[in-house]
Each structure stands twice: as C-alpha cells, then as structure tokens.
C-alpha cells in the first residue's frame, strides 16, 4: 500500500507542475484605433468592446489595451470574439472578426490501481 501512495503523490506533483505551465485564462490586447471611418482623428474614443458569442460583452476603458479573463469567465465552448471602439457619447464602430477560440477544461488525471485480488506468495 505504501507504493501505491508514493504513485499517487508524484503524480498529483507532476500534474500540478504542468499545469503552472499552462496559462489559466484567455488575455486579449489589441491596438487602439486613432482615426473615425471618415479619416478624421478620433479623440474622444472611451473604450474597446469585446462581444464573444454568447457572452455578456466585455468593456475596457481607453487607453487599456488588454485584458485578462476571469475564472469561470469563459466555460468550455467555441468562442468567436469581434471588436468595436465606443466613442465618449456612446456610439460604436462596426463590429471587426477579432478572435476565435475554444476553451477545454483541463482533462482529469487517472491513475489506474493494481487489481487488489492478486495474492503474493
């Protein structure tokens, strides 16, 4: 019994060491436009939207140019992400394909145990 422990530690540490090297959520960046539709120089952009399906949208007060997702923020699924600037009266530029990705929770690890029938002699 006491290998069967030892196993079972090293693997629950080995698990843990190749998760630390994982990162844990999605982070986004992104360049701030500088310019309206028009050609004009955009001064007075607020924020950056970002609408993934099926999501609440997500916004990020200028002059960010990142953001790191939360636990649980994005639960397993396919996600395709477009960007929008918001200028300081609310309006909002054409949505542009920003990102798609897939999110998996981490696979469960299994140890599988000896058969407890053998006898040893």
Same mark, same amino acid.
């Given at each position: 019994?006491?290998? @069967?422990?030892? =196993? /079972?530690?090293?693997?629950?540490?080995?698990?843990? #060491? #190749?998760?630390?090297? @994982? *990162?844990?959520?999605?982070?986004?960046?992104? $360049?701030?436009?500088?310019?309206?539709?028009?050609?004009?120089?955009?001064?007075? =952009?607020?924020?950056?939207?970002?609408?993934?399906?099926? @999501? &609440?949208?997500?916004?990020?007060?200028?002059? #960010?140019?990142?953001?790191?997702?939360?636990?649980?923020?994005? *639960?397993?699924?396919?996600?395709?992400? !477009?960007? /929008?600037?918001?200028? &300081?009266?609310? $309006? #909002?530029?054409?949505? !542009?394909?920003?990102?798609?990705?897939?999110?998996?929770?981490?696979?469960? @690890? &299994?140890?599988?145990?000896? *058969?407890?029938?053998? &006898?040893?002699?």
């Amino acid at each position: 019994m006491k290998y @069967l422990i030892a =196993l /079972s530690i090293i693997a629950a540490m080995f698990y843990q #060491a #190749a998760q630390a090297a @994982l *990162p844990e959520f999605p982070v986004f960046s992104w $360049v701030n436009p500088t310019q309206n539709t028009d050609g004009s120089v955009l001064t007075d =952009l607020a924020e950056t939207r970002i609408d993934c399906t099926g @999501l &609440t949208p997500i916004s990020v007060s200028t002059p #960010a140019t990142s953001y790191s997702a939360t636990s649980g923020e994005f *639960p397993d699924g396919t996600y395709d992400c !477009v960007a /929008s600037a918001v200028n &300081t009266g609310g $309006v #909002a530029s054409s949505a !542009v394909p920003f990102l798609r990705f897939t999110v998996q929770q981490t696979p469960t @690890l &299994t140890i599988p145990m000896p *058969p407890t029938s053998n &006898t040893v002699n």
